[in-house]
């Protein structure tokens, strides 16, 4: 029997306020343990929690982001279960009025073909303490850190509309530019501030049932649910194969073993309405005016770009991953760079150049007009490429133009065909046996020569006008 995979996705964004949810302590939770605390996040029998505004103009910036439709009510329920990163014995989340319903992000295959993967519903909540197992002598002992206690999150939950690991895969880093874009989170899985669970179950092809699911968790790179799930759908495939039914539970993946390992059974607590937290309401003028503050989205920054400049669908889509470097080609073109070369640039010569020295695009210590200055010469023959290459690694170190820097290196290309013919002769009289290859018809001599004039320039000489004075010469 042939089987298909049916899986949704559970994704925890840690957004980047300045203060937790509930409280006006700091939202920093790698600090000291325990040291931005108050009764409130400490959770103390009493406390009254007061929603952050910034905490909810960040998630619903973040719900409209992705298509959601932000709810005219939402409110907050307690999620209860009991745990010792959660004393007060429930979480803070919104189960029963999220802020936001719908949404959704389009993913293309291999193939170009788009597919709409829908989002449920998006809604806010509190995180838990962090708890830290550690030993002290002998004795193992659990500490609990308070600081990421009541730090804002967001939870954007799909619908089951997946099919492959690279659906997951591109869902997420498609989701990632978007939230970074609205600027609600930096969403890194390797920092811990974008977590995604998989909800995964099979069926025979071509059936709508929904089947058992088992959830994986503790996957912290994009690479990681791409493998957990594939993993996950074959060891279900296999068990049903031989006869098991698959339980429902949770499992952990384990990148070293490259496999999910059973966690523990999968308990849902009851969930009550929390009656202190105000009902969220929203008026259509707040609604409004928030969206008039959305950036122009990754997916219709990419549309631009291949209108107004040209460029393929593949360099626009890497283009608009990153604003900061949409905003670079987009100066470049401004001064004047034809945007092929401009890309051309960017990602061979400019990139490898920034990492090399730990730059960002944004802060990088050449910007736009000097490497615009420099793209514009080549461009007019004044120097070559090698020369040009050289030049950019000059202008990391200095902060003159390019013109001056192609001045100072004494790189201005030789195209004046008076100062280069004495070369070319001189060169034609020491190579006979080349000189007599190429009129033989040997092509190869041809760049022999050309190489070795270029050689007697010092690498100035202009390629193109030493060519056309060989062929002259020698036709
Ligand atoms: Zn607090």
Redesign the pocket.
């Known amino acids: 029997m042939e089987f298909e995979a049916v899986i949704g996705l559970e994704i925890h964004v840690e957004l980047n306020c300045a203060t937790?949810l509930f409280?006006?302590?700091p939202n920093r939770p790698g600090d000291e343990p325990n040291i931005?605390?108050?009764p409130?996040?400490?959770w103390f029998p009493g406390a009254m929690p007061r929603l952050s505004r910034q905490a909810l103009e960040k998630a619903a910036l973040l719900c409209l982001g992705l298509g959601g439709e932000l709810q005219k009510e939402s409110a907050f329920d307690q999620k209860v279960y009991y745990y010792p990163d959660l004393p007060k014995g429930y979480q803070l989340s919104q189960a029963h009025l999220p802020l936001s319903r719908g949404g959704g992000i389009e993913v293309a295959d291999g193939q170009g073909k788009k597919r709409m993967l829908r989002i449920h519903h998006i809604h806010m909540e509190e995180d838990v303490a962090k708890l830290a197992h550690e030993m002290e002598g002998r004795t193992p002992v659990s500490l609990v850190d308070f600081n990421r206690a009541?730090a804002p999150l967001v939870e954007v939950v799909t619908e089951p509309d997946f099919r492959a690991p690279q659906e997951a895969m591109e869902f997420l880093k498609i989701l990632r530019n978007i939230v970074r874009c609205v600027g609600s989170s930096e969403c890194s899985m390797e920092n811990g501030t974008m977590r995604a669970d998989a909800n995964i179950s099979i069926r025979p092809k071509g059936s709508d049932r929904l089947n058992t699911k088992v959830e994986v968790k503790n996957m912290n790179s994009v690479r990681h649910v791409g493998d957990a799930i594939a993993y996950e759908i074959g060891r279900q495939v296999a068990a049903v194969a031989a006869g098991e039914a698959v339980v429902l539970h949770t499992r952990l993946w384990d990148p070293e073993k490259k496999a999910t390992l059973p966690m523990r059974a999968k308990f849902e607590g009851p969930c009550v309405p929390d009656p202190v937290v105000p009902v969220i309401r929203l008026s259509e003028e707040w609604v409004a005016a928030l969206r008039s503050r959305l950036p122009e989205m990754p997916a219709a920054k990419a549309g631009r770009l291949v209108k107004e400049h040209g460029l393929s669908s593949r360099d626009a889509a890497f283009l608009s991953e990153d604003a900061d470097m949409a905003v670079y080609f987009e100066a470049l073109a401004a001064e004047g760079v034809a945007p092929k070369m401009a890309m051309h640039w960017l990602t061979t010569q400019l990139l490898p150049a920034l990492k090399e020295r730990r730059q960002d695009v944004g802060e990088s210590s050449v910007q736009p007009p000097r490497l615009a200055g420099l793209l514009k010469m080549l461009a007019r023959d004044e120097i070559n490429a090698n020369a040009a290459r050289e030049v950019l690694v000059a202008l990391f170190g200095n902060d003159k133009t390019a013109e001056e820097t192609v001045n100072e290196l004494g790189f201005r290309q030789i195209s004046d065909a008076g100062a280069l013919e004495g070369m070319v002769d001189v060169v034609l009289r020491a190579h006979p046996a080349a000189v007599a290859d190429v009129r033989a018809g040997q092509g190869k001599a041809t760049g022999f020569l050309i190489g070795q004039v270029m050689q007697a320039s010092q690498g100035k000489a202009n390629p193109k006008l030493i060519k056309e004075l060989l062929i002259r010469k020698l036709g």
């Open positions: 937790k409280c006006d302590c931005n605390t108050c409130t996040c400490l009541g």
